[in-house]
């Protein structure tokens, strides 16, 4: 089916439901020693360095090491897609971490990266995760820093940015993908003086043909809200993150919101991912039960902070809210944004399965009968 645009109707909705996580692995048994603990997740998580290590070292080692995060980073990328490809369906979508290849874009270092023998290595490697996930059907997305500031004043800054987003496409590059429009997810949010202006600037004039296809842009919780996100609906598509959009307008939107039809057209028939993450319980009043929906003019009256609220908790406690995070769920994938990664994800698929169960319990019971003849 060749859509140039669709909306929020039969064809989003027939494509498979993805609830995913964030770039790390958890063990279910988070109570064992943190030495074991880190002997078990290690191998499906990324190492890293900093720039101060390597600068304190001969540049032997220095490159031996980094070597060895690269071996290391990268079959970790390949480990947790085969972990999450063994999940259901409607749990086969997870973020990789940016940290992959260490202080690649730090001008200093750059050259290792550059290296033939890397490089080579590097496009091999990173090959056979592309198929595995492609084999797997794992939906896969990465998400630069928050120092990517694409929408920058600062010409500098925005040098800078570029250059972290060509990272990570090199890397979406290197598994096979940003061939053809949002066959993989690279987010940024909308930051910057120059708003959607400085966004559309950098897409149409700075990024490489796979940056491009790759790209979306997330409404900020800040300056640059939904609003501001919906001037590039005809530029590259948008993520909406429902808590920014509660934290900064104090709004749980609906998804049949004409403005989240709008995000869903963005896509151009790819289904659409959301972000979603609740509070934290020291950011909400002690005797909060999560049974009912968080007021947002309510707490800022009582003296409750904007930033504190911003803050991931470690599961989903509130179904109230689950609910309306999950009212999205027919139209696009969720992405959990919480502590506990993908413990919570689970948890958040256990729920909504649960629920959907019992709905058809209900319906099963109820008295069926013939539909009424249409007239044409």
Not at 51 to 64: I, S
């Amino acid at each position: 089916m060749d859509l140039k645009f669709t909306t929020a109707g039969d064809y989003v909705k027939s494509q498979q439901q993805r609830i995913g996580f964030a770039c790390k692995y958890m063990t279910a048994d988070q109570t064992q020693k943190k030495k074991r603990l880190e002997e078990i997740q290690r191998p499906l998580n990324t190492r890293s360095t900093t720039v101060q290590w390597l600068n304190r070292q001969t540049r032997d080692v220095a490159e031996e090491r980094l070597w060895d995060i690269m071996v290391h980073n990268i079959a970790s990328y390949k480990r947790l897609i085969e972990y999450v490809g063994s999940l259901p369906l409607e749990l086969r979508m997870v973020r990789l971490g940016s940290d992959v290849l260490p202080v690649y874009t730090q001008h200093e270092w750059s050259y290792y990266w550059k290296r033939p023998d890397v490089v080579q290595y590097a496009e091999r490697e990173f090959a056979k995760v592309g198929a595995t996930a492609r084999a797997l059907d794992v939906r896969l997305s990465m998400h630069p820093g928050q120092f990517t500031v694409l929408a920058s004043d600062n010409p500098e800054i925005v040098d800078r940015s570029v250059e972290e987003f060509e990272y990570h496409t090199d890397v979406i590059r290197w598994m096979g993908y940003g061939r053809t429009f949002q066959d993989f997810k690279c987010n940024v949010h909308i930051s910057g003086r120059q708003g959607p202006a400085g966004i559309k600037h950098a897409v149409n004039t700075r990024l490489s043909p796979e940056a491009r296809n790759s790209i979306t842009i997330e409404n900020d919780e800040n300056k640059w809200g939904l609003d501001a996100s919906l001037e590039l609906v005809d530029t590259c598509a948008l993520v909406l993150d429902i808590h920014h959009h509660w934290c900064r307008e104090g709004e749980y939107i609906h998804a049949t919101d004409d403005r989240f039809t709008r995000v869903i057209d963005s896509w151009r028939g790819v289904r659409p991912v959301i972000h979603y993450s609740y509070s934290r319980d020291e950011a909400l009043p002690q005797d909060f039960t999560h049974n009912t929906m968080p007021d947002m003019p309510v707490l800022l009256e009582t003296g409750y902070k904007k930033a504190k609220l911003r803050a991931h908790s470690d599961y989903y406690p509130n179904n109230s809210v689950n609910d309306w995070a999950l009212s999205f769920l027919p139209y696009a994938d969720i992405m959990c944004e919480s502590k506990c990664k993908n413990l919570a994800s689970i948890a958040l698929h256990k729920y909504n399965m649960e629920k959907n169960n019992e709905l058809s319990k209900q319906n099963v019971q109820q008295k069926t009968t013939e539909p009424e003849t249409i007239i044409i």
